[in-house]
Every structure is written in C-alpha cells, then in structure tokens.
C-alpha cells in the first residue's frame, strides 16, 4: 500500500534527522557536567549563612522558605487567609511567595517575594509584595527578621496599591532545615494530647 499523499520519503528523512538531533542533544545534556556549570557562573550567595530551607514562624503560622544560592526565594505559607483589604470576601487565596534575596553583610540580608491573590472561583485580585531583612544567628542555625523595613504591599488587579505597611511581619524567628532535624517552634499541648 503507498503512503498517503501528504508522506514522503523526504519527509519522513527531515523528520528522523531532526529526532535524531534532538536524541544527541538530550543525551549530551544528561551527560553534563554540574560542576562544571557551576564553576561557570560563580555565585557568594552560596557561602552566605541565609542561603538553604528554612522553617520560620510568623504570625500567620508557619512559613517553610528557600533561599537559593542563586538569588531566588520561595516563601511558604497557608493557602487561604482572610484579608481586610478585601472586605466582600470570606477569603483570599495566595501563592507561594517567588522572588530574590542578596546578602547586605556577612549574616543578613534582603529579599523581595510575590505572591499571586485570588477568590474562591479563581478570579485574579492582584498581588502581596513582602520584603524582608532576616539576620542569621553566629552559628549559623537561627534566622530573625526584626527590621520595622520590613513590609507588605498589597496591589489590586489594576495594580493599584491597596495597602502599604511596614513593621507588621516583624518578629520572625526561623530555625534552618536538615533531613536529620525539623525542628517546630514550642508549643502548648491540646488537652488529651500525648506530650512525650
């Protein structure tokens, strides 16, 4: 049976080619060298003490974060909240906090994440602008952020500002991640609960 009209050999040639193409770039890919690519693009982020997954406490619950050593920052924290600034709703939903940090000394720094704002039905509202100066601890271990700098911006779909505060996520206290130790803030037990 001879193929359809719009097939032919050249074509089916040009195909492979490219397929094969892609194959070899695929596997030179897989065989790169990340020291190398690393060494490529130094970065002394990597050797600042803020740099790695922390847990931090706020005053929205807690807030897993990563501070890369290339710049960028992710923020976590709850995926709802209740938020004045949008007085016709029950509640807001957010995403992750996304943006960069850089070292201001040898143990803090300043970061500037976003998070994307909208309602229950998915309706865009706008964004959370949170900017930060965490200060880690001599050993290395502990982050706090008590700058009265720090700040939350809220912006409408318009990108309008809403709301501009400062010293209102003041106090955050951070204890830095390992596979081997996560260790949660103190606690009070609910009644009934096994403490030990």
Request: glycine content about 10%; hydrophobic content about 40%.
């Amino acid at each position: 049976m001879p193929p359809p009209p719009e097939f032919s050999l050249s074509h089916l040639n040009r195909r492979a080619a490219l397929g094969g193409i892609g194959a070899a770039a695929a596997l030179g890919l897989g065989h790169l060298n990340r020291a190398t690519a690393q060494d490529a693009t130094p970065t002394p982020l990597a050797t600042h003490p803020l740099a790695g997954t922390w847990l931090a406490m706020t005053v929205g619950g807690l807030s897993p974060s990563i501070f890369a050593p290339d710049g960028s920052v992710v923020l976590e924290w709850a995926v709802s909240y209740v938020d004045p600034a949008f007085p016709d709703l029950d509640v807001v939903f957010n995403t992750p906090g996304i943006g960069t940090w850089e070292p201001l000394d040898e143990r803090k720094a300043h970061f500037t994440v976003v998070a994307v704002l909208s309602d229950v039905k998915g309706t865009y509202l706008g964004t959370a602008t949170v900017e930060g100066h965490p200060s880690v601890s001599p050993d290395g271990q502990t982050f706090n952020d008590l700058e009265p700098e720090t700040r939350v911006t809220l912006r409408d779909a318009a990108n309008q500002i809403l709301s501009d505060q400062s010293d209102i996520v003041a106090g955050v206290t951070a204890t830095r991640m390992s596979p081997n130790s996560v260790i949660f803030p103190e606690g009070t037990s609910v009644a009934g609960t096994p403490t030990g």
